[in-house]
């Protein structure tokens, strides 16, 4: 899981490269199963989740699919992954209905607009909320601007972004600014008009954060997150079954649990030298049989 070379591992058993993986392999088996160990131990949530999906390429499928998973913003741990054909509305369903027999108690999600996790989510959290993430969202009407090579819409993208989206400004200022920049900029501009009137229309998604103390309005520590997996997904280059990825996925999400953190910033610095599963752990339990892992002072 750490990425360490068969070769290598094999030379230090004693085994050939074909023994080593079947090593590998059959250590994997042993693992928990992520969602049941989340079930079975982990009761301290914020509500707070981030949501992306990571793709992955697997034998037998034409386009790369998607790893669906989750971290829990103020608790930095990893309740539910799933791997699905595609972002679907069933693929959504079944990882919210995993949240929800892990009784997760879901307040608000970070995600980027994708519309079948809306739907999904509607179904079993409804009193949830979306927040979408403002990274994705103002990178959609930059690429629509084409602002890092057409300087005409730059006064207008970065008036948007400095009186608009501070987290410091709320639904009554952000009104006054919205109509100044449809005045200044927008009245004959169709595309600028669009841009705004969307805003202005999604404003319960865009600025949902400011109802909930704590939450983000960016996917940035999924993000971070998924630039370990990249790392990991890079040397292997691709699965030779829907099942082999599975079983490395949820090895992958059992040493991201396990493993301590070394270079949290402020405000979650407190959080270096424990393993995320120790923030949501159950007080009440003892500290579940894992292979290979010790068991910490909770």
């Known amino acids: 899981m750490d990425g360490a ?43 707070i989740l981030n949501v992306d999906g990571k793709y992955i390429k697997i034998k037998g499928f034409k386009k790369k699919i998607p790893f669906i998973w989750s971290v829990d913003f103020l608790q930095h741990d990893f309740p539910v992954g799933l791997l699905a054909p595609a972002e679907s509305i069933v693929a959504f369903s079944q990882f919210f209905l995993m949240l929800k027999n892990c009784h997760y108690p879901l307040r608000i999600v970070i995600a980027d607009d994708v519309s079948p996790l809306r739907i ?29 090579t057409d300087e005409r819409y730059q006064p207008f993208f970065y008036d948007l972004v400095n009186t608009v989206f501070p987290r410091t400004v709320f639904q009554m200022e952000r009104e006054q600014e919205l109509l100044r920049l449809f005045q200044q900029y927008a009245t004959d501009n169709e595309l ?30 999924i993000e971070c997150f998924n630039s370990h997996l990249n790392a990991r997904l890079k040397s292997i280059k691709g699965f030779q079954s829907f099942v082999s990825a599975e079983r490395f996925l949820n090895g992958y ?12 910033d402020a405000p979650f610095q407190h959080y270096n030298g424990q393993m995320p599963l120790q923030n949501s752990i159950d007080l009440g339990k003892t500290w579940p049989d894992i292979l290979g892992i010790k068991t910490p002072k909770l």
Request: proline share 8%; with cysteine.
């Open 192 to 221: 600028l008009r669009y841009i705004l009137t969307d805003i202005h229309l999604r404003q319960p998604e865009l600025f949902a954060y400011q109802a909930f103390p704590q939450c983000p309005h960016t996917n940035n520590m």
């Open 5 to 47: 070379p068969f070769r290598p591992l094999g030379n230090e058993l004693g085994l050939s490269p074909s023994q080593t993986y079947a090593r590998v392999v059959e250590e994997l088996q042993q693992l928990p199963n992520n969602t049941q160990l989340t079930q079975h131990y982990s009761n301290r949530w914020s509500g």
């Open 120 to 148: 999904a989510l509607k179904r079993y959290y409804p009193e949830a909320t979306v927040q979408l993430c403002h990274t994705h969202y103002l990178e959609n009407i930059r690429q629509q601007l084409h602002i890092r």
């Open 253 to 264: 999400l059992i040493r991201r649990r396990t493993k301590p953190f070394t270079d949290c």
